[in-house]
């Protein structure tokens, strides 16, 4: 891999651990790592502060996910590392949100971010993830349930649609960051004290 490549992955990264959701939450002069579920993704921003400035997190951190991918792929169309280093760059985004070096390590679960990733792999398989989501979520009350299931639906409709090896190996990984991310969700809901969006309790 050239060092240009590495320049890009670790760019990649920082890009990713920007805390969009923070930044947007104390121009309010609120702190959302100490309110609500206390996780600096859109879910709680919506919640604490409204539905404008939920839906721009969500927007912000989708784009982090996306934009990486798609300018390390324009920069490096001729490169033999092409994929190799795109994959990594998605990679570094979804991780970087995850474990920001910006606040200790400390981030979000990397839906959002995902779905930026997603999004630039293959936008037809993400359109099979959200209607999975939103049915999930309609059916059971929980987006945590739905963000489970609807990232894990990305892998198969990868593979059934022809996509190359890479971007399914990409999409497992981010998926089991996911996953791994929403361990205590996981472990809520099979205990039955999941928050519901229906009653937020």
Known sequence: ?????IVLILVSYLVGAIPFGLLLSMRTGVDIRNKGSKNIGATNVGRLLGRKLGIMTLLFDIAKGFLPMYIAGQLLLESPDHDLVVALCGAATVIGHMFPVYLGFKGGKGVATGLGVFLYLAPKAVLGSLGVFVAAVVLSGFVSLGSLLGS?????????????GWKVTLAAFVVLMIWIKHYQNILRLGKGTEKSWRNKS
Do not use: D, Q, R, Y
């Open 1 to 5: 891999m050239s060092p240009f490549g």
């Open 152 to 164: 894990l639906t990305v892998i198969p409709v990868l593979w059934l649609i022809g996509e190359p």
